[in-house]
């Protein structure tokens, strides 16, 4: 496996970090994201370093797991007064949003303006009651890094993962969300880079304390935040 998928990333990273050493003001932009906001608040419509594309590319780990909805399950734990396993049946019946956002991968593309279908992480946090110690969420998706049993993993503070547009998403532009990305249900963070969005999502954990995810600690931000060109630690 000298050239998996995974390590063509690492190169990539590597290289992605020595050149935003050399470019600091990639770093100066301070803004809030204008996801979903038409006007974006006045700001450039692509965060610094990003380019539009028309396409929506496919990355992964090189396992692209085949979850049906009847097998599908969604576990919400950790550290909760409710810790609750969702059946495809009990997810759609939570309370369904729409919402258009930005997707912007680390490797430079965004794709805008994408209509999304599905459950606002937060109202899973509402039912399952995160403890008030609780700071940080880990996600897990179906998938593993071939040849292992390493799990996607991504982390993100709880309070970034309960605004509006995180969603665990179901549908796109009106059509159930494809396999290659990440159905039958994903989580995506509009205002993070994309890696924050757990493809394949299974499993919810909420923290006392921030746990790295597969990227974070393979050399990616913790906090990963496009209008900073916050990409790589
Ligand atoms: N489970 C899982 N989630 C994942 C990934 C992955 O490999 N596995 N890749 C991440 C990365 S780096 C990006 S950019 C987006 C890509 O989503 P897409 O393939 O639908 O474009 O999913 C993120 N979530
Ligand atoms: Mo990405």
Redesign the pocket.
């Not at 929506?56 to 780990?61: F, G, H, K, T």
């Not at 969005?197 to 394949?200: R, Y």
């Given at each position: 496996m000298a050239d998996s998928l995974v390590d063509k990333r690492l190169r990539y990273v590597e290289r992605q970090r020595a050149l935003g050493a050399e470019r600091p003001e990639a770093f100066a932009r301070s803004s809030p994201s204008g996801t979903g906001d038409p006007n974006r608040h006045g700001m450039p419509k692509l965060p610094a370093g990003q380019h539009q594309v028309p396409n929506?590319?496919?990355?992964?780990?090189g396992d692209v797991p085949a979850v049906s909805t009847a097998d599908w399950r969604l576990e919400v734990a950790g550290l909760c007064d409710n810790p609750v396993v969702f059946d495809w049946d009990g997810f759609m019946a939570l309370s369904q949003v729409e919402d258009t956002s930005d997707?912007h991968?680390?490797?430079a593309w965004s794709r805008m303006d994408n209509r999304w279908g599905g459950v606002r992480f937060r109202t899973l946090a509402e039912l399952a009651v995160p403890a008030p110690e609780a700071a940080f969420v880990l996600c897990t998706?179906?998938?593993c890094m071939p040849g292992t049993r390493i799990s996607?993993t991504?982390n993100l503070p709880l309070a970034r993962a309960v605004e509006d547009d995180v969603l665990l998403v179901h549908t796109w532009e009106g059509t159930p969300l494809p396999r290659?990305?990440?159905g039958p249900c994903?989580m995506i963070t509009p205002k993070l880079?994309?890696?924050k969005?757990?493809?394949?999502i299974r499993r919810i954990e909420f923290l006392a304390t921030d746990q790295p995810g597969f990227?974070e600690v393979r050399g990616y931000s913790n906090s990963a935040e496009p209008w900073f060109e916050d990409r790589y630690a």
């Open positions: 929506w590319p496919v990355l992964d780990l997707f991968c680390v490797t998706g179906y998938d996607y991504v290659e990305h990440g994903r880079y994309a890696w969005g757990t493809k394949w990227w």
